[in-house]
């Protein structure tokens, strides 16, 4: 793993997002490189959302800096800054449950740019082949056709990571992916999201609040405390960081 500045897919410089008198985020600096697994924990109302959402141009940053590939995306439109290769799986799921399986995939698809009119109608080989190779990563495909309001909640949070791949983005943002999944299914899940990293050389950047599993998972970890950045290391270096403990247990 490179931690070479040049390699940055995604680099926030001093971004900062005011709610009136509240500050939720407060001169944040992250970097995450390619090929990276990266975690963003931190303690209820620590600005970990907020911070995706001035990422992804949900919302604008008072101060700072957003760039993607060395690009400055800061003042982007969400649309545009997604079409640049930006992707984010959300914490709730966002499937259209009246239409199959890989209808939603195709869908997914138009965040790359495709006609979606076209597509749904007529879609291109390339695209089916990959709706059902993405399918099999997840042990999904044999629910191609299945009506996707059918399926169980932890196999609809597979087919919104998959979904969120259709684009092949450059980074993907995944808002709590363990979220209400049981713990039979973690441990795919963490193979999942590993098999994407490496097959599909996906840079992954994730809010969790599921310690074991960003712990495992993360190649690097950002730590945030009420809007700050209180600390950043490997999940080894995090669980032994004093400010770190002293967060999660409510001390300043
Ligand atoms: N739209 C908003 N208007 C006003 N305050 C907001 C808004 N969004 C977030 N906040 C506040 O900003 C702070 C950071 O919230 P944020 O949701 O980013 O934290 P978080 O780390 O994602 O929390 P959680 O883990 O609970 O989801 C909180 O105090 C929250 O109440």
Not at 141 to 151: E, N, S
């Given at each position: 793993m490179t931690a070479n500045a040049a390699d940055a897919v995604l680099r926030t410089e001093g971004i900062t997002k005011r709610f009136g008198g509240l500050t939720a985020v407060d001169d944040v600096d992250v970097e995450v490189h390619e090929g990276e697994i990266v975690g963003l924990i931190g303690p209820n109302g620590a600005g970990k959302s907020t911070l995706f959402n001035c990422i992804t141009g949900t919302l604008t940053a008072d101060e700072g800096r957003v760039t993607l590939q060395g690009q400055d995306v800061t003042d982007w439109p969400e649309y545009k800054i997604a079409r640049a290769g930006l992707g984010r799986m959300f914490q709730e799921t966002r499937i259209f449950g009246g239409m199959s399986v890989r209808k939603n995939l195709l869908l997914a698809a138009q965040e790359g740019g495709a006609d979606i009119g076209g597509l749904l109608r007529r879609p291109d080989d390339s695209l089916l082949e990959r709706t059902n190779e993405l399918l099999e990563y997840v042990d999904l495909?044999?629910?191609?056709?299945?009506?996707?309001?059918?399926?169980s909640f932890g196999q609809q949070k597979l087919i919104e990571f998959v979904m969120a791949l259709m684009a092949e983005p450059e980074l993907l943002l995944m808002d709590e992916p363990a979220g209400g999944i049981n713990p039979s299914m973690l441990e795919n899940l963490i193979d999942y999201i590993r098999t994407a990293n490496d097959e599909e050389e996906a840079t992954i950047f994730l809010i969790e609040h599921n310690m074991d599993f960003v712990m495992e998972i993360a190649d690097r970890i950002y730590v945030l405390a009420h809007g700050e950045r209180i600390a950043a290391g490997t999940p080894e270096e995090i669980q032994n960081d004093q400010r770190v403990i002293d967060a999660y247990l409510g001390r300043e």
């Open positions: 495909g044999g629910l191609a056709d299945t009506r996707a309001g059918r399926l």
